[in-house]
């Protein structure tokens, strides 16, 4: 019985909150605005050159970059989320240039 539990487990998972996307270029995310979810992106330059991930580093510490920055990160996209019509924000190096 135990597979049959592990398997439960899986299904009822939550979804994690965030993940390198599937070409290793971003890391993808979730926000919620105007009532709906928002998928939203930051690449991997963009971690490199304002998060301090080094370059060409494997995708679990891209992920530790963006959770270290996160508050931040997410306070961008929802920002750009809430001006934007669309169903996804991508974040790029010009949302983080000082003003």
Sequence with gaps: MKDANDA???????????AVSGDGSSVEFKVVAHGRDIRCSISRKVLEAYFWLPVGAAEARMIRAFI???????????????????????????DFERR
């Design 8 to 18: 439960e487990a899986l299904l009822n998972a939550p979804e994690p909150r965030e």
């Design 68 to 94: 270290d920055g996160r508050s931040r990160i997410v306070a961008l996209a929802e920002r750009k989320a809430l001006c934007a019509a669309g169903e996804t924000v991508v974040l790029t190096a010009k």
